[in-house]
């Protein structure tokens, strides 16, 4: 799955919790693939997953990511 331009391994981001970004920006930035805003998407990815029982579908999950990661 690819939300902006970082590529997301769903068995990856399934099999453990990702590392706390560092949080030097509020939001990952849209046209980046730098490793803190991998870090910021890889986050609210596997929160939005594990605590939204509303969220079935990779797409659902893309979208609301790219909402809360994107500030959109």
């Known amino acids: 799955m690819k939300i902006g331009k970082i590529e997301i391994d769903l068995e990856e981001l399934l099999s453990s919790p990702p590392p706390q970004p560092e949080f030097n920006q509020s939001h990952a930035r849209k046209n980046c693939d730098c490793r803190e805003c991998k870090d910021i998407i890889m986050h609210d ?28």
């Open 45 to 72: 990815a596997y929160h939005l997953l594990f605590d939204n029982d509303h969220i079935q579908t990779e797409q659902q999950l893309k979208t609301a990511v790219s909402k809360i990661s994107f500030n959109e």
